[in-house]
């Protein structure tokens, strides 16, 4: 919840809020699929499914 509270903080639009949780979480921009897909999934579930959703990505689990 602090986390989609941060994010709206920061950015305005749906669209800039996935860009920034991407920015944060994986120092990485989102690919254009997945903006597309996470600004759908965060419209239907909201912003704090997304930050959980975010936080529990392959790319935080495992250390290449």
Not at 5 to 32: C, D, K, M, N, Y
Not at 50 to 61: H, I, P, T
């Amino acid at each position: 919840e602090r986390f989609a509270a941060r994010l709206r903080s920061l950015a305005g639009t749906l669209e800039a809020q996935v860009q920034t949780a991407f920015e944060l979480a994986l120092s990485r921009p989102p690919s254009a699929e997945e903006l597309e897909e996470l600004a759908g999934y965060a419209r239907r579930h909201g912003l704090e499914c997304l930050s959980r959703l975010v936080f529990n990505l392959n790319e935080l689990a495992f250390v290449n």
